[in-house]
């Protein structure tokens, strides 16, 4: 199966073989650094430009041609509608070329069974590869998404919760550019503050409180912490903002804000195992490959005895191998998609 992701700014193809991945590449343009964020055109024109030869790397890095492929994989949505349709229309051409079935994959399905992506040389011993039983909690975490949901078998999927505003990585890469760290900031925040004291200031909880939002039990606004940060900078004179802004004052901020992000997102976690009594949990997406997340969920898994599943870091950011991955578990659903299959900018799980 050859998996194709276009959602954002990164080019990506893998293939899978045998349901185990046999090649994976990325290409990332660095057009929108600049900027502050991603600009769609840039990055539909930066997809257009990386397509053919991303695909190609992939099918060389796995050793086949493109005639032994059985299936397409391919993200249309959600996402920037350029960049998806770029990877889509590539994608259903391929497929209708080859005569093969098109799997149409769901960007975000991709990061719920990231944690089944399981390279070839990865169990040569005989050993089972570590992924969750069904039915399994996942806490999808990135930039655009910061939701809960029941993974069941057969490719079922109930949303028990999710943001009613930013997401979280999108409120930590608003402060990041607040603090002038440049985009993408979180990388640079979880570095920060590693050296910063997570008491060092208190920030509103991003989880809603279920006595003003009854029917959203598992529900977060992360848009108050963001703004909250910006009426703190505001409130300091000239002076004390530029001392605010690097040092150790600086790392202060980026682990108290690190910390609330974490505290609600560990917090929800726990409430949802107690809750469904699932003691299976995967945490996927950008933002799983924060360093604190990745740490203090680890402790909550110990402390109240449910087992945590987190892809390698490779596979927590956009990638292809996911939605190889995903791609696989719908064939084995018995869901393909028609050559008429349009990108779905807003597409929900």
């Not at 929108?32 to 991303?54: C, D, F, M, N, Y």
């Not at 943001?163 to 979180?186: C, H, I, N, Q, S």
């Not at 005895?305 to 490779?314: C, E, H, M, N």
């Amino acid at each position: 199966i050859l998996g194709i992701e276009t959602s954002c700014d990164d080019t990506a193809a893998a293939v899978l073989r045998g349901g185990r991945l046999a090649s994976s590449v990325i290409a990332s343009p660095r057009v929108h650094a600049g900027v502050g964020g991603v600009v769609p055109e840039l990055a539909s024109r930066a997809h257009q430009r990386l397509i053919v030869p991303t695909v190609e790397a992939a099918l060389e890095a796995a050793g086949v041609t493109r005639d032994a492929l059985d299936a397409v994989a391919v993200t249309y949505g959600p996402g920037l509608a350029g960049s998806l349709l770029v990877g889509l229309s590539f994608g259903k051409a391929l497929a209708f070329g080859l005569d093969v079935p098109l799997v149409g994959v769901n960007h975000l399905d991709g990061h719920i069974y990231s944690v089944f992506v399981t390279e070839e040389d990865a169990t040569q011993d005989g050993s089972a590869a570590r992924v969750p039983p069904f039915p399994y909690l996942c806490l999808t975490v990135s930039g655009g998404h910061t939701q809960r949901v029941r993974v069941d078998e057969g490719f079922q999927h109930t949303v028990l919760g999710t943001t009613r505003d930013d997401a979280a990585g999108e409120a930590f890469d608003k402060v990041a550019k607040m603090l002038g760290l440049g985009y993408p900031g979180g990388t640079v925040e979880d570095k920060l503050a590693r050296e910063g004291d997570p008491a060092a200031h208190t920030w509103p909880d991003p989880r809603l409180d279920r006595r003003k939002y009854p029917d959203e039990p598992y529900g977060f606004s992360f848009s108050g912490l963001k703004t909250a940060v910006l009426y703190h900078l505001r409130g300091l004179a000239d002076a004390e903002r530029d001392a605010a802004m690097q040092g150790q004052p600086l790392a202060d901020l980026c682990a108290s804000c690190q910390q609330t992000v974490v505290d609600a997102l560990v917090g929800a976690i726990r409430d949802a195992v107690a809750a469904t009594g699932i003691r299976a949990v995967a945490i996927v997406g950008g933002v799983s490959a924060n360093s604190r997340l990745r740490a203090d969920a680890q402790t909550a898994a110990d402390a109240d005895g449910f087992d945590l599943f987190v892809p390698r870091i490779t596979y927590s950011i956009d990638n292809a191998a996911m939605i190889a991955g995903t791609g696989h578990f719908q064939l084995a659903a018995g869901h393909t998609s028609p050559l008429d299959l349009t990108a779905v900018p807003n597409l929900k799980v």
